[in-house]
């Protein structure tokens, strides 16, 4: 029998959106389409500068008439700021209910089916005053679960509770970026870290922050770096240390664990059979690999 992992996400918090123009308000703002979330159903999306650079992603679930956003911690004040600035007239409430709520992962193999979900990304259902969610951008990534803090940790599926770096080996596995960590605030752009791929992005919607130049580099081909998994043999390379390909720069780190980490690459050196090296410690190699889900 598989085992079903559970753990707490310390690193995000929970925002309420409710009013009669929450979702309008969204509409304008995020690369999803906000019209697709309900009570069984969230999303993934993302909140860019004009100029289609990366700011803050999060999920969105639908909890009676609120929306709830599960969004990183560390800059919570900051993207409450941020929505509050564009708020203007609109019939809108913005709350911080990390008070009350937490994100709970549960991962392993059949953990969809344990929790009476269709194993589809995106699907969801209430649960423990909360909502209980499919990873809206990659099935394989587990449930995510908005849930009040009374309930502890294991209450909704029968689970084994461990640590948050089993989850954080679990995602770089995946080749799953982490917020901040691995997304570059107002430098990174959807395309080369693969939130398309991960059904952050609705093509079919009307206009967003960003939206123009989103799809421009889409339809125009404009993509020469992708944020991949990275096989890591030796010492660790820090975050934002470069990578190289004999004298070239190749690429730039990001979060790494173990033996995977990610890493921002040039497309030319995504096949390369000769493993990358960082600029900062020549016993360290790097092998890219191109996770399964992607598509370019």
């Given at each position: 029998m598989s085992i079903i992992n559970t753990c707490k996400l310390e690193n995000r918090s929970i925002l309420s959106i409710s009013g009669a123009d929450s979702r309008s308000f969204l509409q304008g703002l995020i690369s999803n389409d906000i019209e697709k979330v309900n009570e069984n159903r969230s999303i993934y999306s993302t909140f860019l500068t004009p100029q289609g650079k990366y700011l803050f992603d999060f999920f969105i679930s639908q909890l009676a008439d609120e929306l709830l956003i599960d969004c990183e911690a560390e800059r919570l004040g900051d993207f409450m700021k941020r929505l509050r600035l564009y708020k203007l007239r609109a019939d809108v409430v913005i709350r911080d209910?990390?008070?009350?709520?937490?994100?709970?992962?549960?991962?392993?193999?059949?953990?969809?089916?344990?929790?009476?979900?269709?194993?589809?990304?995106?699907?969801?259902?209430?649960?423990?005053?909360?909502?209980?969610?499919?990873?809206?951008?990659?099935?394989?990534?587990?449930?995510?679960?908005?849930?009040?803090?009374?309930?502890?940790?294991?209450?909704?599926?029968?689970?084994?509770?461990?640590?948050?770096?089993?989850?954080?080996?679990?995602?770089?596995?995946?080749?799953?970026?982490?917020?901040?960590?691995?997304?570059?605030?107002?430098?990174?752009?959807?395309?080369?870290?693969?939130?398309?791929?991960?059904?952050?992005?609705?093509?079919?919607?009307?206009?967003?922050?960003?939206?123009?130049?989103?799809?421009?580099?889409?339809?125009?081909?404009?993509?020469?770096?992708?944020?991949?998994?990275?096989?890591?043999?030796?010492?660790?390379?820090?975050?934002?240390?470069?990578?190289?390909?004999?004298?070239?720069?190749?690429?730039?780190?990001?979060?790494?664990?173990?033996t995977k980490g990610l890493a921002l690459i040039r497309l030319e050196y995504l096949d390369t059979q000769t493993p990358l090296s960082s600029a900062d410690n020549s016993l360290t190699s790097l092998m890219p690999k191109k996770p399964d889900w992607a598509s370019f």
């Open positions: 209910r990390s008070d009350d709520l937490q994100v709970v992962a549960y991962w392993g193999e059949g953990v969809a089916k344990a929790a009476a979900l269709a194993p589809e990304a995106g699907s969801a259902k209430l649960a423990l005053g909360g909502t209980l969610t499919v990873d809206p951008r990659l099935t394989e990534a587990g449930l995510r679960a908005v849930q009040l803090k009374e309930a502890g940790t294991n209450a909704t599926i029968n689970a084994t509770l461990t640590e948050f770096s089993h989850y954080d080996a679990h995602r770089l596995a995946l080749g799953l970026p982490q917020s901040s960590q691995d997304l570059i605030v107002d430098k990174s752009t959807l395309l080369e870290c693969g939130i398309d791929d991960l059904n952050g992005i609705d093509w079919e919607k009307g206009c967003y922050m960003g939206q123009e130049v989103t799809a421009r580099s889409k339809y125009r081909g404009l993509v020469k770096k992708r944020l991949v998994a990275v096989d890591i043999e030796g010492p660790l390379p820090d975050a934002g240390s470069v990578i190289l390909a004999g004298e070239k720069q190749a690429g730039e780190m990001r979060s790494s664990a173990g």
